[in-house]
């Protein structure tokens, strides 16, 4: 008997809602519809999309109150990502719906994606006899004859030819020509680096051992997790693409995971070269109809490999083999919007249900990798030059932003025309304005944070929900007297041009307005990347930037790195600040001295810190054998979990009122020790939202996201904590 019933989850962002729900299929849609299909299906007063998440031959409705769906869309989602998104939304307390939408190709929620078709002209068989007999007596136009002439080598798209169009309709009505819709792909470009990246790299012995694990990894019948841990030049990205066409070759598909900021053209354009169409990109900065593209090539088959950033990790790509996670230490993994997933984890979660195999590789891996993962090294950077020397200065009485050895470091460097790279540890540079009378700070007026002053422009704005003003010329009180603070950096800047400006010598700065100011037009406008290009092209100059300066890019002859503020990060309230201390200070010395010698400053007031010390020592083995053990004695991730809960509010009352009870309710239900609740405790306030957070401590991790379930779903549903909203965020950065 044929299944009639299809359990459709609606695409629907209350977390009250639950699904699924049972529509009637109809006789035309039994025989197309799965898990996975799109339906658009009535919901109550509305027409709501939704996903197919099962398939019955009976429901519990009564058949008269069962709904037929309106009808069906054109794509459908593969069935094991609807599997993954169950998986999803149970693992971040999240909803199915929710869970979905991040599944869904792109342009379905808004069903503006469509395929691209141009109309074809092809010459009829009359059309050739005009053509072959010259065609004299016929009554033709100029401009009608070159068309023909020019079909006659083969079809043409109309719009390809200047007024086409018309002049092609009217050959067909005259039955000289027809006209059939194609579809045309919209591809993005990829910039060309080379022919010699075409050909395979003869790999060095470090890079064949490893070559060696990945491939053995890949015929696992249950898969295998690997950390690629292997300095910065090592070659990894050579044994990704390796690995990938070994994948490729038993008929197995690849997901290459890039952090956003490595997602350069040229990245992209060495697996291009090197694996040819077979290569698809998803990521944001694709117009929508390219996604569209590129994701139906994927759910098709014609492309078998997709790179891109975190949300590529759900790439409809069949019989996955390898997915490969690159500088699997970048937080850029972590999505901050509901569901709050980590790509990571997601690509462990895929590579498990598909038997494939799983590569994280970093030069700076985190502890939880470190501690889970089976570890290949590559020890050496391929060019076999040595890692630069690494100094630390120590900054404790030095009255100036730079240390005096790195303003004669930089000094050589210009006299040298040669290149550094000059890294802030400061979040933004940031700058902010008070009054020196009233003691007034300007703060958003929606969140309880400072203003940011900007450099250059007269205006400050708030970098949490983007309200923006003009600088004032007085204060509220009346004063003229205004103080802008966060001098340092201005000082800082001081000084730096003290040392290197003038005649010649380019400073390249990229910071956070410069990057963020990018738009979503093209990879090739991206403004940060622009910034990168011209210093990597320069034949001398400094760059310039926060933590982006260090990450992603390879310049040749670098000669100088410069952490001005190295603990800055340290002091921050975050398990990890060690770690990300670490990995800047070892994945900026990555990017000094290749093909050559050079070295590092790190400044810092703590030049006793640890991850400073081993960093200095190249010694990430040291570093994270020492982070492991603090990390157990405090009893942090890898050897708990942490979960975030925020509930937010208009007024203060009602956001600790729901936190209140989510945490009574995991208190009385989670057992002590293994499960401890810190908290709620206020935050800042963000757009105009009073906010209280819960941080959760477990050792049992799926048992506490199911009793937060409960917990935060009946705060959602309970009247008394209405206008309160609620966020979980678990393994949150
Ligand atoms: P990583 O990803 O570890 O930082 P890459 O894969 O980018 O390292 O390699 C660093 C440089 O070495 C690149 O320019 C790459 O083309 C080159 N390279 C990698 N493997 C080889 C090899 N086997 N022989 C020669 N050059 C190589
Ligand atoms: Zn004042
Ligand atoms: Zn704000």
Partial sequence: MNAAIAQVQPLHRTRALRGPFDYRLGRDLQETVGVGSLLLVPFGRQELMGVVVGIADHSEVPASKLLAPRRAMALDVPAELVELAGWLAREYCSTPARALSLMLPPGTASQAAR???RLMAELTQQGQQLVSTGGAEERLTERQRELLEQLAHGPVFAGAVPGGTAAVRRLATRGLVTLEGREVGRRPLHTPIGSRSRQ???????????????????????????????????????????????????????????PEIALTPQMVGRFVERLGDTV???????????????????????????????????????????????????SSYKHE????????????????????LLVLGSATPRAETYHAAARVRLPRRVDGGPLPEVRILDMRGVPSGLHP???????????????????????GWSAFLTCRDCGALWGCPNCDVALVLHRGA??????????????????RCGSGSLARHGMGTERLERDLAAVLGGDGFSVFRLDGDVALGGTRSGPGRDPGAAVLQRFERAPSGVLLGTQMVAKGHDFPGVALGVVVDADATLGFPDFRAEERTFALIAQLAGRVGRGGDGHVLVQTVAPEARAIRYAAKHDSDGFLAAELQRRRAL?????????????????SQAAAAAAGQIAANVRQQCEAPATTVLGPAPLFRLRGSQRRALLIKTQDRGGTVAVLREAVGDAASAREHTGVSFSVDVDPH
């Fill in 115 to 117: 395929p691209r078709v």
């Fill in 200 to 258: 395979p790299l003869p790999l060095t012995p470090d890079q064949q051992v490893a070559l060696g694990s990945l491939t053995a990894g890949l015929d696992r019948p249950d898969g295998a997790q690997v950390l690629l841990h292997g300095v910065t030049g090592s070659g990894k990205t050579e044994l990704y693409l390796r690995a990938a066409a070994d994948a490729l070759a038993r008929g197995r598909g690849v997901i290459i995971l890039v």
């Fill in 280 to 330: 698809a990109v998803l990521h944001s900065r694709l117009s929508l109809g390219e996604r569209y593209d590129e994701w139906r090539r994927l759910r098709a088959g014609t492309a078998r490999v997709c790179v891109g950033p975190r949300s590529a990790v759900f790439a409809p790509v069949a019989d996955l083999g390898l997915v490969v996670v690159d500088e699997e230490h970048e």
């Fill in 337 to 356: 919007g509901d569901p709050r997933y980590d790509a990571r984890a997601v690509a462990a979660e895929r590579a498990r249900a598909a038997n494939a």
């Fill in 405 to 427: 050895q790195t303003v004669h470091a930089l000094a050589q460097v210009r006299q040298r025309a040669g290149k550094a790279i000059v890294l802030l540890n400061r979040r």
């Fill in 458 to 475: 007269a205006s400050m704005s708030c970098h949490h929900c983007g309200h923006s003003e003009t600088v004032p010329e007085r204060c």
């Fill in 635 to 651: 009893s942090y991730p890898p050897f708990s979990h942490l979960i975030r809960v925020t509930c937010s509010s208009a007024t």
